[in-house]
């Protein structure tokens, strides 16, 4: 398996946000933010063994987690100098539909609608073939404040 990490992230275009470094979870798991826009996002994730499972196949609950953040940023992207959109789970389901050792996995997630506090997105994840291994849909709500605030430095 590979620990190389993923390719760097192209120049964003005009109405692209900077990308954001993944943080606390999803930094531990080594996904990346490689796309970002209005309505859109996209996350690579390199496979290394700790994300494997008995049978030596891509374990279920990293593409769930993996699915689960894509989906959440595809429903906070704001133009640039607005300040920071953040939003929580309240639902996700997910189908599990093809297996990966190795490689590269890309999830790409498209927001479908909502409102004024909550929004929907669905995903679909691929292996670097374009097989498809997992696909997922989710309801998350839009955070009015952050209780917690800024993550403790390490």
Request: hydrophobic share 40%; proline share 7%.
């Amino acid at each position: 398996m590979t620990d190389s990490p993923s390719p760097a992230a192209t120049p964003a275009a005009p109405d692209e946000q900077t990308l954001e470094d993944t943080v606390g979870f999803n930094a531990v798991l080594g996904m990346k933010l490689v796309e970002w826009s209005a309505e859109h996002a996209v996350m690579e994730l390199p496979i290394r063994d700790m994300h494997l499972n008995r049978s030596n196949a891509l374990h279920g609950g990293v593409l769930a987690t993996l699915i689960d953040a894509v989906c959440g940023y595809a429903g906070v992207w704001v133009p640039p100098g607005e300040p920071r959109r953040k939003a929580l789970t309240l639902s996700l389901s997910t189908n599990f539909i093809g297996q990966a050792r190795e490689g590269i996995v890309r999830a790409t997630a498209v927001k479908k609608g909502g409102g004024r506090n909550i929004f929907f997105a669905s995903c679909e994840v691929r292996d670097a073939a374009g097989t498809l291994l997992a696909m997922g849909e989710g309801s998350f709500r839009y955070r009015k404040s952050d209780p917690y605030g800024e993550p403790p430095k390490a």
